[in-house]
């Protein structure tokens, strides 16, 4: 008989993998601890936005017209515990308040909340990112809380999904990372990816700490790519050289490829900013943080991107915000997702409004969030009505929204035709041939 799954934790990731492997078709329990998600999901409502996943949900949670039924919500560890053959940890682990580690307080509540009712032979899989050892700790307190003792094993799978792709990248993974401590995770684990998901992915088989490792590494890797390009483009600035170009001309090397080399404000979310920190924190406990120290100027070169936006900003209106209308289209940390968490866009936005510009922001799916973040910036319905009267306009998120825009009308309601695109990812000379000045990071003025 198949494994019954039931998936702990229903945010990005959880919501995601629930609906995936009711898919796939496996009878699927999702759990979460806030009463309002399970009660939103239990209608088949996702509490985010992530293209897709609505739908994909629908077509399985229990109750709905025309679903499978496979698919239902819970908020009772009892349940869960009866229930699950395989328990994936799909919870957060955020950065803690004011230190670099990892929170990891919502893993070890769903261990502790969940071994006791684990009676007979179970696999718990954590899909968390955590720090490299905690796997192993992890697992030993299973063994020591679950009635049904060394009987749990625990394995650790490693997600890769970015928001935005969520589906698609759940459901053909580039590859399926798996440590397990004993063959019988492994089995387990081939098991249920035996399905149309992990058909064509590599399947990798890893002790816990590369398991662990491999996840932090590729974040480290995007995110040391990022920071890369946007050094070069300080440099461009410096020296009057382009770079996007340059960024297009190294990307024909197959070894540096042309994906995540767009220079602009520079990476946020919830995980690339975190996940360095952590890595870093977690390297120095291991007495390895000389390994990592590079991941320091990755993050200071990201963090500065959002001063030199700010600074261009304030520069292109004169110097000072003072009495200044700046229009903000964006808010999200990227386009195709609601998340606004460490999102470059709205932090630049803040600055600015600290620094006495009167800002207004327009984002297609993200304004909810922004305006709970922040809510003494100005927000308007549309990104017309962001730009009505504004001095400058930035575009910093760059939603598909945004490249449609027409100059020409933008250029009928604000004060002054001055783009600044914190994301090279407009029409340069669209905008330019409708009278605006538009400037881009790490590119020639004109
Ligand atoms: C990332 C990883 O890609 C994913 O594999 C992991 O599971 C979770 O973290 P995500 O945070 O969803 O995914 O977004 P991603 O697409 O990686 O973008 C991260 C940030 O980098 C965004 O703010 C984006 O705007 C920025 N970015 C990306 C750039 O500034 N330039 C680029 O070229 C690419």
Not at 45 to 58: D, Q, T
Not at 114 to 121: M, W
Not at 200 to 205: A, E, L, M, N, T
Request: charged share 25%.
């Amino acid at each position: 008989m198949a494994p019954k799954i039931t998936v702990i934790g229903t945010g990005y990731l959880g919501a995601t993998h629930a609906a995936a492997m009711a898919e796939l078709g496996f009878e699927v329990l999702g759990l979460d601890v806030v009463p309002e998600k399970i009660e939103m999901l239990g209608r088949g409502k996702v509490p985010m936005y992530e293209p897709g996943l609505e739908e994909l949900l629908r077509r399985h949670v229990a109750g709905i017209e025309g679903s499978t039924g496979r698919l239902r919500f819970t908020m009772s560890w009892e349940e869960a515990g009866e229930f699950g053959d395989v328990h994936f940890v799909c919870v957060n682990t955020p950065q803690k308040h004011g230190e670099y580690a990892c929170d990891m307080s919502y893993v070890e509540s769903a261990i502790d909340a969940l071994a006791p009712h684990l009676h007979r032979p179970a696999l718990v899989v954590g899909k968390s990112t955590v720090p490299v050892g905690s796997a192993a700790r992890l697992a030993a307190r299973l063994t020591e809380l679950a009635p049904a003792g060394s009987d749990v094993e625990l394995a650790w799978n490693p997600e890769f999904l970015r928001e935005g792709f969520a589906v698609q990248d759940t459901l053909h993974p580039d590859r399926i990372v798996v440590g397990v401590a004993g063959e019988r995770g492994e089995k387990l684990l081939r098991e249920v990816y035996a399905t149309p998901i992990g058909e064509g992915s590599p399947f990798v088989v890893a002790d816990y700490p590369t398991a662990e490792l491999v996840k932090t590494a590729a974040n480290s890797f995007l995110a040391t790519k990022i920071s890369f390009i946007n050094a070069m483009a300080e440099v461009c600035e410096a020296a009057d050289g382009d770079v996007a170009k340059l960024a297009e001309a190294i990307g024909h090397d197959e070894r540096i490829g042309k994906k995540f080399l767009r220079a602009g404000i520079g990476f946020g979310g919830g995980c690339l900013p975190k996940d360095i920190r952590a890595f870093m924190a977690r390297a120095g406990e291991l007495g390895a943080d000389q390994a990592l120290t590079f991941l320091r100027e990755v993050d200071s070169i990201n963090m500065r991107r959002r001063g030199h936006m700010v600074e261009l900003a304030r520069e292109t209106v004169g110097g000072s915000f003072l009495g200044q209308r700046v229009a903000v289209l964006g808010a999200t940390f990227k386009p195709d997702s609601d998340d606004v968490r460490d999102s470059p866009a709205l932090n630049v936005a803040g600055q600015i409004h600290l620094q006495g510009g009167q800002v207004t922001v327009y984002d297609p799916k993200g304004m909810d969030n922004a305006r709970r973040l922040f809510p003494t910036l100005g927000y308007a319905p549309t990104a017309l009505e962001a730009c009505q009267g504004a001095h400058v306009v930035l575009h910093l998120t760059e939603w598909r929204e945004f490249r449609e825009l027409d100059p020409a009308a933008l250029a009928a309601v604000v004060a002054e035709r001055r783009m600044l695109d914190g994301r090279n990812a407009l029409d340069a000379g669209a905008w330019r041939s409708a009278g605006w000045t538009y400037r881009a990071m790490g590119r020639p003025q004109a």
